[in-house]
């Protein structure tokens, strides 16, 4: 047990720190700068959607900057997640590398349509279809995070039943495990939200949006604290 | 002696929170129903009852193999316990098996998401049941090959019958889909 590899303890909270950082940053920009939250209905006309990105244009764009440079914010959390899975799996630890790899690529699904919102802002004269296109593109985009987020959940899931370790002293005891998995089951939702524009299932309903959105910052908290607990512990222990 | 509840508190914490998921959308299926009854009832027309009612059967069945399969494991018993699992799992396959045959009966007549709000529920009800009865095949198929050693940790235990429960809540939330879709009048 305990023979993975030695991070620093102060690395690592450095990093979880810039996660929590990050996404507090990335909340305010999210919600007080671009105002997309509450979600716009998927059902908007056009020239209704082309005003969401013209009416105060300027505090818009530079929600997309603050977006911008805080929405990486899943890359070091998934580090550290990865590093405390990989001191409790043998052999190669091939559990991490995919909560890992799928964490940095998933940030994707976070930074990436902030972006195009930044197009979408940046003529705010041009024909409010093509303002449309990229309404729906980088909304759909930001919701249906099915390809990644499934994977990177599993390894954690599967760690928190199998550990060795106590629940009270590590990074992930099994009331994370369920979390987890309920944060997996849910992540089915959204991609319904290519087939509704409107009501429980479109983008900004229940299922796509609330839901995983809830979960995903319930789970971002949960794993932030036992994360820091576990480091704790680690740091007593001298290990 | 305490009373004792099966599985663990974590496992009860995700089935109670996807039953109130659920119990919300049924509320609003029954709310956008009472808009249109006329309009709900003849969508529903176009479903067929009798694979309604086979699936709710091999659900249940399946319910009562993994039920059984969890007592096996309690007992030691690492020869029924796989097959009682597998069997369980044969139903989930049935079941996939006759949704997608009713899709495609339903595809067939040109009826989609977009045909009537009725089949907008229905595809999304039944669609995201789907997608926790293959999730739940996942975890059959895993104590399907788990169990065919004797499990002795406590924990071990306690994830069996977390994963068992799991599968009763899928059929739980059939049984309630299968009465407000096929069924109410």
Known sequence: MHQGPNASVGGQRFMIWLAIAGAALFAFAYI?????????????????????????NVRFRIGVILGLISGGFLV???????????????????????????????????????????????????????????????????????????????????????????????????????????????????????????????????????????????????????????????????? | MQPRIPGEPGIWLLIFGEMTVFAVLFASFLHARHGDVAGFLAGQAHLSKGIGIANTLLLLTSSLFVAKGVDMVKQGDSIHAPRLFAAGLACAAGFVLLKALEYAQLFAEGIAVGSHPFFGWYFALTALHLGHVLIGSLLLSALTLITRKPLTRPLHLALTESAGCFWHMVDLLWIVIFALIYLVE
């Open chain 1, 76 to 239: 070091p959390i998934s580090i550290v997640i990865s590093v405390q899975m990989a001191r409790l799996e043998k052999g190669v630890p091939i559990w991490a590398i995919l909560q890992g790899v799928t964490g940095a690529i998933g940030s994707i699904f976070i930074w990436l349509p902030v972006l195009v919102w930044g197009v979408a802002a940046f003529s705010p004269d041009r024909p409010p279809e093509l303002t449309l296109i990229f309404h729906e593109f980088s909304w759909l985009f930001y919701i249906t995070t099915l390809a990644l987020f499934p994977m990177q959940l599993l390894g954690i899931i599967y760690l928190c039943f199998s550990k060795d370790e106590p629940d009270n002293v590590s990074a992930f005891p099994r009331w994370l495990g369920y979390l987890t998995a309920w944060q997996l089951v849910q992540s089915f939702g959204g991609p319904m939200a290519v087939l509704f524009k409107t009501g429980l299932f479109s983008w900004n309903g229940l299922l796509p949006f609330w839901i995983p959105f809830s979960l995903f910052f319930a789970w971002f908290a949960a794993i932030c604290w036992t994360l820091l607990r576990a480091l704790r512990c680690q740091k007593a222990a001298g290990a």
């Open chain 1, 32 to 56: 007080a700068m671009i105002r997309f939250f509450p979600p716009p209905p998927a059902d908007l006309p056009a020239d209704q959607v082309a005003l969401l990105y013209s009416a105060h």
